[in-house]
């Protein structure tokens, strides 16, 4: 309750339905915030993205595993956060899906598409374990594209 | 808006009119499937129409990938026809774009086809 | 993260806004646990009353107070809580709609409306003040109604 | 989804083709400015259509109990006609049924008024 205006903090069980849920609380916040079909596209898109690879990577399906989506309307920027339960990772290890060798893998394209999509991107370790997303995009410019914060 | 397929068989190539979301938790594996299975009956010539496809994400694209890897180790050709603006841009950025062959037209797709 | 599955907690600045953002919120985490459209909209009116007037009472429309939603998964019911920063109130202390001598005023049914749709209902003075609503929904029953906790 | 209303004369009487939500934030002060209006023009004999009313709240509800005394207050008399269920069990639960005189037949409706 410091600065911010809007705050949804979603704890989701380690379960494939969480991805849908997850990015549909976006979508709707991301709607609230005054993003435009597409950028509320990518932002759902990246968020999709995260929590898929927190599921897979970061809690390994383990069900009782537990992926904190945080969405923070601050004054200039939507920040989300996916923060998941597993042995975390650095994006300096994560080959590039557009290298010649990697173009035709069949995976590998998610942070990618994270990078691509949102204006910030980082993963950092999470406060007590984990890996911790956080990524942001900047309010559209301009009249009716006004964000809801002051 | 669930993922849905279906295949008609033109001559000798065999198209798949796909529909609704190609993600992760619902058409990926199906769309795995169902290639797999025109390829183990032989079909070598396959034109995947997603114009009605609204939504790809990564896992997606790794099946598009995936589908085409398997068609082309069989010997045969996969295309792609009708690409809403959405999956267009996706495989631009991602590069794949130039890796298949994409088509607007489908007696165009279709006539593409050497065997 | 004790026993609970799904947690999504939401706080929202006072605006009109947020009443709509609480309410699809609400319907979307509502439909991940298994209820139907009609119980899915009683759920969400439930909420969105709620938070009228959490705004208009509770936080007396000034901007930067806060709501609190919460929606929690346990494993028979979904619990939903609405916090405001106001004075707080008691239940005792309000009109009953249903009575002849208030049957044709234009006001006074909300809290009715979210005791006829839920379960549960109870208002609690919040822990750093305020009101907090605190109202339930046992899951539906039956095949095809399960609910996603354990 | 949002509120909309349009005002149809027949006759005497004035029907009021309402659809979407009747909420705080939509449709309620609208429905009121309306109603005041159509008063202030002398227009005693008022049907309210809510066949494509799709949700109504608590603040919706005062809205009609609020448009319902506005008009007898002038004279006049206010009908309901063509309910959803929603609005049909909102009205229930609320023991506004019996007070509002509701029906399902708009010509049913315009013969009812007295003046
Ligand atoms: N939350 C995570 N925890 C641990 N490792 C991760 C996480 N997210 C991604 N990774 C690692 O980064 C790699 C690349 O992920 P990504 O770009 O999403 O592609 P893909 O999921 O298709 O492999 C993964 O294969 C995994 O090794
Ligand atoms: N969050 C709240 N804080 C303080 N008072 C409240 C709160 N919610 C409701 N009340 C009190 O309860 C009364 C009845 O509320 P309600 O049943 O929702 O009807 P209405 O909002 O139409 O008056 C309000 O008029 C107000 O006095």
Do not use: W
Request: proline share 3%.
């Amino acid at each position: 309750m410091s600065g911010q205006t809007h705050r949804v903090e979603v704890t989701l069980e380690t379960l494939l339905e969480s991805v849908d849920l997850a990015e549909d609380i976006t979508m709707r916040v991301a709607d609230a915030a005054g993003f435009d079909e597409e950028q509320r596209y990518r932002i759902g898109m990246s968020v999709r993205e995260g929590v898929i690879n927190a599921y897979q990577y970061g809690n390994q399906a383990e069900r009782d595993r537990k992926i904190v989506l945080t969405l923070e309307l601050t004054p200039e920027k939507l920040v989300i956060r996916v923060l998941d339960q597993g042995p975390g990772f650095s994006l300096a290890d994560v080959p590039d899906p557009l290298a010649e060798e990697n173009l035709l893998k069949t995976s590998g394209r998610g942070l990618f598409l994270m990078k691509a999509f949102m204006d910030e991107f980082a993963v950092n370790p999470g406060p007590a374990g984990g890996a911790e997303l956080v990524m942001a995009k900047r309010y559209p410019a301009g009249p009716g594209g006004a964000q809801p914060a002051k | 808006m669930s993922f849905k397929a279906t295949a008609r068989d033109i001559g000798d190539a065999t198209v798949m009119d796909l529909s609704g979301r190609i993600t992760l938790g619902e058409g990926s594996a199906m769309l795995r499937e169902m290639i797999k299975e025109l390829v183990g009956k032989g079909r070598k010539h396959i034109v995947l129409n997603l114009g009605d496809v609204t939504y790809i994400d990564s896992s997606g694209i790794g099946e598009l990938v995936s589908g085409f890897q398997t068609v082309r180790t069989s010997g045969g050709q996969l295309k792609l026809l009708h690409l809403t603006k959405k999956v267009h841009d996706l495989l631009q950025i991602t590069k794949l774009f130039t890796v298949f062959d994409v088509y607007s037209d489908e007696s165009v797709a279709l006539a593409s086809f050497t065997s």
